[in-house]
Nanobody
Framework: QVQLVESGGGLVQPGGSLRLSCAAS????????MAWYRQAPGKQRDLVAS???????NYADSVKGQFTISRDNGQNMVYLQMNSLKPEDTAVYYC???????????????WGQGTQVTVSS
């Protein structure tokens, strides 16, 4: 079975840092683009950062210079380093794996269950 399991969330004070991890299993990890999304209370789920199978990264304007996404294909892991956290970063953060763009391959997309990040004093 396919599993994406997020970890590393928690309560942090404004200005602090957290590193989220997503462990993938049941997929050929190197074939998937990976991304982090977040959903704050009362808001829609938004893309935060993505990293392609080739290592190209993209970020939402709101987190540029603040968050860093990375991946370790040998460990089937994707990370989100979050620095200078603000209360508005409070959300449930979700890991996503998507294989679109591969030739001759049916599109697949998977989601983790999410991890809560709360930024509060």
């Amino acid at each position: 079975q396919v599993q994406l399991v997020e970890s590393g969330g928690g309560l942090v004070q404004p200005g602090g840092s957290l590193r989220l991890s997503c462990a993938a299993s049941g997929i050929i990890f190197s074939s998937y683009n990976m991304a982090w999304y977040r959903q704050a209370p009362g808001k829609q789920r938004d893309l935060v950062a993505s990293i392609t199978r080739g290592g190209t990264t993209n970020y939402a304007d709101s987190v540029k210079g603040q968050f860093t996404i990375s991946r370790d294909n040998g460990q089937n892991m994707v990370y989100l380093q979050m620095n200078s956290l603000k209360p508005e970063d409070t959300a449930v953060y979700y890991c996503n794996a998507d294989n679109r763009g591969l030739s001759f391959t049916r599109q697949r997309s998977y989601w983790g269950q999410g991890t809560q990040v709360t930024v509060s004093s």
